[in-house]
Nanobody, 115 residues
Framework: QVQLVESGGGLVQPGGSLRLSCAAS????????MGWYRQAPGKQRELVAR???????NYAGSVKGRFTISGDNAKNTVYLQMNSLKPEDTAVYYC?????????WGQGTQVTVSS
C-alpha cells in the first residue's frame, strides 16, 4: 500500500515562500509521474505542478515562474518550492502519484497566504 505524506504547509504573508514535501512509502522511481494539486474552498481541485519519471515538468499558468517541483529519489520525496506567494494561492495542497494501474493521494496540507 502506497502512502504519501505531505508536510510544510502553514500561514505565510503575501510575497513569502514555503516548501512543501511529499514523502512516499517506498521508491518514487516506481511512479510514472508525481504532482501537486490544490483545492480552494468552493473550487475544483486543480493541477499545480507535475514531474515525470523522465524529469519533465509542467506547471499551471498561474504558478509558472513562481513554483518549482523537484524530486529526490534517495529520500523518496517530492518537493514544491513556492515563492512570491499570493492570497489566491491559498488552498489545501495534495500530493499525487501514479503508476500504470493506480493513482495515489496524500491527505493534504493547508497553505494560507494572508497578511
Amino acid at each position: 500500500q502506497v502512502q504519501l505524506v505531505e508536510s510544510g504547509g502553514g500561514l505565510v504573508q503575501p510575497g513569502g515562500s514555503l516548501r512543501l514535501s511529499c514523502a512516499a512509502s517506498g521508491s518514487i522511481a516506481r511512479f510514472n509521474a508525481m504532482g501537486w494539486y490544490r483545492q480552494a474552498p468552493g473550487k475544483q481541485r486543480e493541477l499545480v505542478a507535475r514531474i515525470t519519471s523522465g524529469r519533465n515538468t509542467n506547471y499551471a499558468g498561474s504558478v509558472k515562474g513562481r513554483f518549482t517541483i523537484s524530486g529526490d529519489n534517495a529520500k523518496n520525496t517530492v518537493y514544491l518550492q513556492m515563492n512570491s506567494l499570493k492570497p489566491e494561492d491559498t488552498a489545501v495542497y495534495y500530493c499525487n502519484a501514479n503508476d500504470i494501474v493506480t493513482m495515489y493521494w496524500g491527505q493534504g496540507t493547508q497553505v494560507t497566504v494572508s497578511s
